[in-house]
């Protein structure tokens, strides 16, 4: 069975530091540049996008992002629900 419930504000800082060095790395690698750089690119990116964190409003479509390689996460996932905000799985 599967259990949606609401992020907390840990959960969310895990989620946020796991996609700002996860996307670090795509960038790195997809434009040859150096990691510390990327990071940089990627916190300010995450930043803009997110900008009050888990009460940001965001009114796009419902996604999911698979976190099983994150293991500071007791969840499956992590699902933006346009109703209800961000859950986990």
Do not use: K
Request: include cysteine.
């Amino acid at each position: 069975m599967v259990r949606f419930r609401d992020m907390t504000a840990d959960e969310f800082a895990a989620f946020r530091a796991w996609l700002i060095e996860d996307y670090a790395g795509d960038i790195a690698r997809n434009y040859h540049t150096a990691l510390d750089d990327a990071r940089h690119s990627s916190e300010q990116q995450i930043s803009e996008i997110l900008p009050d964190g888990l009460a940001t409003p965001i009114t796009s479509s419902l996604s999911c992002l698979p976190l099983a390689p994150v293991s500071r996460l007791a969840t499956s996932g992590v699902i933006w629900n346009p109703t209800s905000g961000w859950l986990c799985l």
